[in-house]
């Protein structure tokens, strides 16, 4: 399917182990971006990437560990989960500069919970 | 927060003209506007750097100078319904800085 997806899109753990959230696109875009919300803060960033095997931190990077070895893959990992961390979480990519620089596209997001 | 919303909630009547406020403090090189649905799926509705844009019933101002944007809706509908985010791209930053939304409830 064309778009960008995420997966799963339901997650249940537990403190102290380790979870990945999948993210994936087939636009070829250059940019992309990992988000979390939470009620009463919005939407923030955590991580992004320009290019594969380029990555910085966002406003909130502590406890999520990111890669991007394809184009179309960027994977967030908490290596080892808190309560802290129970959140939605949004993947979102962006075409290279150009005419659509600055367009982002959300993906539907993964609802997970750390009990 | 370098972006702000207003108002935060708003429940109006079917038909009504609806006005959502953002204001930001930093330089951009672009606003967002985004609607979030109950189902928590985030679609983008504008993307704009200057003057006004217009899709349907939705209108999209922005003033640089002033460092504003409005969202309005005109014949408002239930299907209106959602929270609406404003979200700025920071000039030199590569992510999105967001508002904290304003949900909005159109009643029939």
């Known amino acids: 399917d064309a778009g960008i997806t995420q997966s799963p899109r339901y997650k249940i753990t537990e403190t102290g182990r380790q979870v990945t959230l999948m993210c994936h696109q087939t636009w ?9 919300q939470d009620l009463g803060h919005g939407l923030r960033l955590i991580y992004y990437s320009a290019a594969a095997d380029i990555t910085d931190k966002g406003e909130v990077p502590d406890g999520y560990v990111v890669s991007r070895s394809k184009t179309e893959n960027f994977p967030l990992t908490l290596e080892s989960a808190t309560r802290s961390q129970t959140s939605v979480y949004f993947c979102a990519s962006s075409p290279p500069i ?10 539907p997001g993964t609802r997970l919970t750390v009990l | ?35 979030q649905h109950p189902g928590g799926g985030i679609v983008s509705l504008f993307m704009l750097s200057s003057g006004k844009k217009k899709h349907g019933r939705l209108i999209a101002t922005i003033n640089i100078q002033e460092k504003h944007s409005s969202l309005h809706i005109t014949a408002s509908h239930p299907r209106d319904s959602a929270v609406y985010i404003c979200a700025v791209k920071v000039r030199g930053a590569d992510g999105l800085t967001f508002g904290k939304g304003t949900h909005l409830i159109i009643q029939p």
Request: proline fraction near 2%; glycine fraction near 8%.
């Open chain 1, 28 to 36: 070829s875009h250059s940019y992309m971006f990992w988000y979390r």
């Open chain 1, 98 to 107: 150009g005419v659509l620089y600055n367009e982002q596209f959300f993906g």
């Open chain 2, 1 to 35: 927060n370098e972006v702000e919303q207003s108002p935060q909630n708003l429940t109006a009547q079917e038909g009504e003209f609806i006005t959502i406020n953002c204001s930001y403090s930093v330089g951009i090189s672009a606003l967002h506007w985004l609607q």
